[in-house]
């Protein structure tokens, strides 16, 4: 929508997040866990946010949009 306020940031790992093809919605923090990055390099992982709902990780993977 024209009006979304759209950010870009490198913090806010309590925010839920639901990548594409998951039916299960966490905090980011624990899907790095899943996908094994290190604490160290997590704060060099861009996530985009949408409104405050994160949208995509890193240019990588994106979020399920159907809920």
């Known amino acids: 929508k ?3 306020a759209i950010s870009v940031r490198f913090s ?3 925010a839920r997040f ?3 093809g998951s039916h ?3 905090p980011i923090k624990q899907w790095f ?3 094994n990055i290190p604490p160290w390099e997590r704060e060099r992982i861009a996530l985009l946010f949408v409104d405050d709902r994160i ?3 890193g ?3 994106s979020a399920d949009f159907s809920d």
């Open 59 to 61: 240019g990588i993977v």
């Open 2 to 4: 024209a009006s979304a």
């Open 12 to 14: 806010g790992y309590g």
């Open 24 to 26: 299960l919605s966490k």
């Open 55 to 57: 949208v995509m990780v």
């Open 33 to 35: 866990k899943l996908w």
């Open 18 to 20: 639901k990548p594409a």
